[in-house]
């Protein structure tokens, strides 16, 4: 198996030493020959969305990353990346990657309390895992074909969409494997 991991910005050093933990191999992809590689999965870090997004645009990553989810790639996306996923913004059309039935309000909780840490429970994983937010966001809703995993003070910050997960925190900053190894068990079921 092996799995793409966007490393435009933010955290995608972490990402890939959560999934060689795992024994799974990793790419970086940078540009539209990295992206060419076959993979089995894509990991969209966090960052800064905006910047990720006009990035995308740039480097012309962006219609080729939504084709191939929409086609049926795997796709795990961490705060910034749930917001590219998603589909809505507060109400409103995204035109991000925008392939998740899943309405987003961005820093949710304010320039202060953005950034926190909490233990909490995640449908289909049995112990409670460690949440770290960083200037987050969470899901208003899911609607259509998604599905909230993870609620954390009356906010969804976890959902899955058949083979796309987002989570609004980040787990490759903690030491629990768990929500990795979930969506590595996605792409093993196919
Ligand atoms: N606040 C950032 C954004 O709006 C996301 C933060 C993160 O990915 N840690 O893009």
Redesign the pocket.
Known sequence: MKIAILALQ?AFVEHERMLRSLGVDTFEVRNKDDWQQPKDGLIIP?????TVVKLLHDLDLLTPIQREINEGLPVFG???GL?LLAKQENGQAASRISTMDIDVC??AYGRQL?SFRTVSSFEGIENDIPMTF????YINQVYGEAEALATVNGHIVAARQGHQLVTAF?PELDEDVSVHKYFVDIIKKG
């Open positions: 933010g966090g960052g800064e969305s905006t961490t705060c910034a917001i961005r820093n953005g960083i200037r987050a966001p980040h």
